[in-house]
């Protein structure tokens, strides 16, 4: 008896050792060599076991480097800039979307079809729409009088045409989860606000975003991580240009590796970006739960009241 009691706890354990296994190769595994790279001395011409190990030089080589200051501070800026953007504009259009309208399933799939397309394909298109002589916006403002933008040759307009392409990309993702966590909120709720004569800006305020709080939360971190690591389109746009007005860490741990041949200080790089991120992630997770436990206690008693 006590046989068959040990084999069914062991069942579980036993379904759940393939994908154990792996998760451990195939996350933990490249994880923990990007770790032990980024204590070497390596170039590509050498296998990792021939790279000098030299403790932490790659860490304090990369905060006495003013590149890589700057590289950092211009990833913080972009990233908070993208995602406060793009979270105004796709909560904004799931709020103003989310009513029965004529041809609304239409505009709701062209509303998301930026997201449907490659990185290098809208890093190229934008591009060309920022050329100075033949690109729309200055050809456009030429027609109007006015003088053409320098959209990539100038390092603060670089930066507003690198942030104006990834909003243009990822604010349908935005919208998209915004809208489906609108949808999903108890009528109850708004219906009992609406008797008691609430306008439509404090369904919105006092019930709406309180009520989509956790998911809004979740889809901030992911766009979040995502603005850290974006490299295509800012690669085929500016190259990180002019100067560094425009190079986030991504495309600096590329440049490093490719161009530079410092495979160590790049791996010293990605764990700095890794480092950063897990501590926005267990940021976002803790505040969420708080967010959650709320949204549920709001739940509770707009139910209670519905019955």
């Known amino acids: 008896m006590s046989v068959a009691i040990k084999a069914n706890r062991l069942t579980p354990y036993l379904f759940l050792a393939p994908a154990g296994i792996i998760l451990i190769f195939a996350l933990l595994y490249p994880i923990g060599y990007m770790v032990y790279a980024s204590f070497l001395d390596w170039s590509p011409s050498q296998r990792i076991g021939?790279?000098?190990?030299?403790?932490?030089?790659?860490?304090?080589?990369?905060?006495?480097?003013?590149a890589f200051r700057e590289s950092f501070w211009v990833t913080i800026r972009f990233a908070a800039v993208v995602v406060t953007l793009e979270m105004a504009l796709g909560v904004g259009l799931a709020l103003?979307?989310?009513?029965?309208?004529?041809?609304?399933?239409?505009?709701?799939?062209?509303?998301?079809?930026?997201?449907?397309?490659?990185?290098?394909?809208?890093?190229?298109?934008?591009?060309?729409?920022?050329?100075?002589?033949?690109?729309?916006?200055?050809?456009?403002?030429?027609?109007?009088?006015?003088?053409?933008?320098?959209?990539?040759?100038?390092?603060?307009?670089?930066?507003?045409?690198?942030?104006?392409?990834?909003?243009?990309?990822?604010?349908?993702?935005?919208?998209?989860?915004?809208?489906?966590?609108?949808?999903?909120?108890?009528?109850?709720?708004?219906?009992?606000?609406?008797?008691?004569?609430?306008?439509?800006?404090?369904?919105?305020?006092?019930?709406?975003?309180?009520?989509?709080?956790?998911?809004?939360?979740?889809?901030?971190?992911?766009?979040?991580?995502?603005?850290?690591?974006?490299?295509?389109?800012?690669?085929?746009?500016?190259?990180?240009?002019?100067?560094?007005?425009?190079?986030?860490?991504?495309?600096r741990i590329f440049r490093t590796a490719q161009e530079f041949q410092e495979l160590g200080e790049a791996a010293a790089m990605s764990n700095v970006l890794l480092m950063l991120l897990m501590a926005i992630t267990i940021g976002m997770f803790a505040y969420n739960r708080v967010q959650e436990a709320r949204a549920a206690r709001q739940r509770a008693i707009a139910e209670k009241g519905d019955d």
Request: proline share 6%; glycine share 6%; hydrophobic share 55%.
């Open 50 to 66: 021939q790279a000098e190990f030299i403790g932490l030089r790659n860490y304090i080589n990369l905060m006495s480097d003013e």
């Open 96 to 251: 103003l979307l989310d009513r029965n309208i004529p041809g609304m399933a239409v505009l709701r799939t062209v509303f998301i079809l930026p997201m449907m397309i490659a990185p290098i394909v809208v890093g190229l298109m934008w591009r060309y729409m920022y050329h100075p002589t033949v690109g729309i916006f200055n050809r456009t403002l030429k027609d109007m009088g006015l003088e053409g933008i320098p959209w990539l040759s100038d390092s603060t307009w670089s930066f507003i045409a690198v942030v104006i392409a990834d909003v243009w990309q990822w604010t349908p993702f935005i919208f998209i989860l915004a809208l489906a966590a609108m949808q999903s909120l108890p009528r109850s709720a708004l219906e009992a606000a609406e008797i008691d004569g609430a306008s439509e800006w404090q369904k919105i305020i006092l019930i709406k975003l309180p009520l989509m709080m956790p998911v809004l939360i979740v889809t901030l971190l992911l766009r979040l991580i995502d603005a850290f690591k974006v490299l295509e389109v800012i690669l085929v746009l500016t190259n990180g240009g002019p100067g560094l007005s425009t190079e986030i860490l991504a495309l």
